[in-house]
């Protein structure tokens, strides 16, 4: 059987923080809330044009999917050019040009009042909300976000594919140790090489201009722009145990990692790629 991520996540129109806790804070479940950002100055007035005007002198660091890089986040981005421009390439059609994590709020900081972060949940970092912006066909490749944090998503201009898996999936999804990547593509499968996907369940949804999909600690996401967008994401801090491993991650392992593939390169992303093979080997057996 091929993957399947047909499941649409479960979606409400609203939820208050009770009901919010127990149906899927408490059980670490994703859902699309459809109104909780949606009467926001943002979800009016955010456009490509609205922050043009606003930032368009500003220089900005663009990402894009380059495969030498599928086992790690780059952390500065390969080319820089006016925010402007980066408006236009993204405008006059698909492009895979993104601005990922991108602090809109440090260049025009009265755009933070456009939005008020609901108390939706514990441990919201309030002061931490940042932005995403891509063209038609940008992708944002599987990962999972290595702060263990719960992420709220919301969709301000466009639309997107969101397909989410469990972590429990880790292994099945041939994450490389040491990283919170993987180098499978999901809408394009590569079943020799990766036979666990078969056995892959997950869930997607497409995040309509306005609603906010919530995803929690640890999710694995890949997310296919359907037109240009802008998006914006706040996270709350995972639990005790997701606040320890993610400090165990970015304090030890990444460097670890870093240093590796500083040292010796592409000897070290084989070595990663054998053992994610290896892993998911072992749990394919254990299913026998
Ligand atoms: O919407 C996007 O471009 C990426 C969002 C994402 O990967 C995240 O919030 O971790």
Redesign the pocket.
Known sequence: MPIDFSQEIESVDTIDYAEFKERFFIPQKPVKIKNLLSDSDANKKWSPDYFKEKIGDVDVGVFFNDPCYLDRSLKEAPQKMKFSEYIDLITAGPTDA?L??FNVFKHAPETRDDFVIPDITDRILKTMA?T???GEG?V?RM?R?MDNSN?F?T?FWGK?K?VVFSPDYDKLLYRYPFTTHTGVEIENPDYDLFPGLHDVRGQHTILEKGETLY?PSRYW?Y?R?MSV?I?M?FRSLGDVSNLVSAAWQMGVVSQVDDGMRQLTGEWWFQKKQKWALKNARKILKSEV
């Open positions: 993104r990922h994590l940042l995403f912006f891509g940008t944002a990962h976000d992420v998503l969709e997107k969101v995803m996401h997310i722009y967008g998006g994401a």
